[in-house]
């Protein structure tokens, strides 16, 4: 008996080492993962003139600290380099430039319509 408490004391963390080869995130990696996405969409937002507040508003699912840190990191950026921000274009005018009328027809083939 004691031995085969010893051996699964031993084989235990083998086991377990192996989550991350499934695919199993670790709450570390999980955390990490948010926050460079939070820092990512402050970056975008700000990138694409629009205030933390709006930015906030659009991404009620991120990180709000991540958010306002990607946004303060561009914005810094932006002013070291002298860049302007490039303002998206409205949906409406989008749908209307495009050839189709904006009816979301794909334009990667046959296969993506299905």
């Not at 860049?83 to 050839?99: I, V």
Request: proline share 4%; hydrophobic share 45%; glycine share 8%.
């Amino acid at each position: 008996m004691r031995r085969l408490t010893l051996l699964l004391t031993i084989a235990a963390p083998l086991w377990l080492a192996g989550c991350d080869m499934l695919g199993i995130e670790s709450a570390s990696t999980a955390a990490a993962k948010r926050e460079a996405d939070g820092r990512a969409i402050g970056a975008g937002c700000r990138h694409a003139a629009r205030s933390v507040e709006q930015c906030f508003a659009l991404n009620k699912r991120a990180d709000r600290a991540a958010v306002f840190a990607g946004w303060r990191e561009m914005n810094d950026y932006m002013r070291e380099n002298k860049l302007e921000a490039m303002p998206a274009e409205p949906a409406t005018e989008l749908a209307a430039a495009e050839p189709d009328g904006g009816e979301g027809k794909s334009t990667r083939g046959p296969a993506a319509r299905n």
